[in-house]
């Protein structure tokens, strides 16, 4: 997509570009979206944490759009009230189970009420807690109880070609049926086929009635390559891979170096509204 002259709203990522790796927001990137609301460009954040676990983010932000969870799997209001879910269906929730563990690698799924676990002494999951601000649900084996509620399922591991590898392969085993994306090196989405970061674009382009073309977006993982593609003007943190890197508009500084900030002042400002 052509290079917009002028920016109306600014969608980010959350992990690994609007807070640090220690989930600090701090006061440059709180200073930077007050400066984008007074140049009259409107902020939106999509994240895959639930809608709950950016709770955290709407007061010091001031945020007045909606909040895309999930990739996009649930978009909720700045009081957390729901303005709508898109769940995978079960054949597609048994799949991706079958897939991920299959692999080797643990499974997470994320219903709009729960974050449901089978160990909560897993690799990632104590962060997660802490990173989401609520406790997981523990339960011996997922159910179809549990998979026909699903909006996403993680597969978690630590061996990072493994997750690769994984995404590759829920994508061949779904088809269309959901969206793979890795949303951090370890973290393996799966959500509906229209619940990703490319469709929360055009979900708040219908919404906020901004064309596409007036839409910046930043990230720094695989799955905001897929917002990138929809919007007008698209920015890399200096963490992304360069595979990222080399499908953004732009490239700014890393997270741990207020890369955030850095680029609302540099790419994002001077696009405003005349």
Known sequence: MAESHTIRLLLADVDGTLVTKQKVLTEQAQASVRELGEAGILFAVTSGRP???????????????????FNGGAMVNPDLSVIETRKLDLDAAQATIETILGMGLDAWVYTAEQWIVR????????????????EATVVPAFTDEHLSKAVKIVGVGDDLPLVAEAEAAVRKALGNHASAA????????????????GDVVNRLSEMLKIPREEIATIGDMPNDVLMFDRSGFSIAMGNASDEVKGQASA???GFEDEGFAKAVRRFILPRAPK
């Open 119 to 134: 160990d909560p002494k897993a690799p990632h999951a104590e962060r997660e807690a802490w990173t989401v601000q609520f």
């Open 182 to 197: 890795r949303s951090q090196p370890y973290y393996l989405d799966v959500t509906h086929p229209n619940a990703n970061k």
């Open 51 to 69: 809608p709950r676990g950016m709770k955290m983010l709407i007061e010091p932000l001031a945020l007045k759009t909606p909040l895309a969870g």
């Open 251 to 253: 490239v700014t500084d």
